[in-house]
């Protein structure tokens, strides 16, 4: 059973475009967030959700639009694709703040 | 603002060797601390945590972390390591809401 799923596990796409990534726990978290980690391996956060409310929202272009339909979904649109949007986004949960947090398994965004 | 200090950035060895990766964390307050592991081409998983009570924690595959409160410290120990222990390491601690992580080891353990 997958605890954190993200879909997709790639995704190639032309600067301009707009894209989605969705994440989803089944773990009964309170709290979901959304990393980035660019090509040097390094982890930023971007946006964490508590109970469907935004909590965290890091210094991130406007371009970037979580979205928490639910407890278990925390989605990722991401509107005119810039090649420095090019990492690997982590989508990950925590059962409430300030406890560990379950990484999904990336998805590889690669914009050309 | 609370930052984590990983030192070594690159760690080669051979299998069997001791390892010793170092953590610092700058916030002087409560802190919950963790080492997570990332596999080539995987998510992270976390290794061990520390929020309070003995300093010594021991988590998965053989791994042991101390924190040293008057160091700042949360140093990743294992006393032998293995080919699959390859792999990319960080440390990380919370601030106020945030994860904050460190930059990363990259331990390549060589048969």
């Known amino acids: 059973d997958t605890a954190v799923s993200q879909t997709p596990k790639y995704l190639v796409t032309q600067m301009g475009n707009d894209k989605s990534i969705k994440c989803e726990q089944n773990l009964g978290h309170d709290t979901m967030y959304w990393y980035k980690q660019d090509s040097k391996k390094f982890l930023k956060i971007m946006f964490s959700y508590n109970n469907k409310e935004l909590i965290i929202n890091e210094t991130v272009p406007n371009r970037f639009s979580p979205k928490s339909p639910d407890k278990a979904h925390l989605n990722l649109h991401i509107n005119s694709l810039e090649l420095g949007d090019s990492a690997v986004y982590f989508c990950?949960?925590?059962?409430?703040?300030?406890?560990?947090?379950?990484f999904g398994p990336g998805t590889r965004l690669t914009v050309l | 603002a609370q930052s984590v200090s990983q030192h070594n950035h690159h760690v080669i060895l051979s299998e069997a060797a001791s390892l010793e990766l170092g953590c610092n964390y700058s916030?002087?307050?409560?802190?919950?601390l963790f080492w997570y592991v990332q596999y080539p081409g995987q998510h992270l998983q976390l290794l061990l945590k520390y929020f309070s009570g003995d300093p010594l924690v021991k988590g998965i595959k053989g791994f042991e972390a101390e924190f040293i409160k008057s160091k700042f410290s949360f140093n990743l120990r294992k006393p032998s390591v293995q080919w699959s222990d390859t792999a990319e390491y960080f440390c990380?601690?919370?601030?106020?809401?945030?994860?904050?992580f460190g930059t990363g080891t990259r331990l390549q353990v060589f048969p």
């Open positions: 916030y002087g307050g409560t802190v919950n």
């Open positions: 990950a949960s925590s059962q409430t703040r300030y406890n560990e947090q379950f």
């Open positions: 990380a601690a919370y601030n106020t809401d945030k994860l904050i």
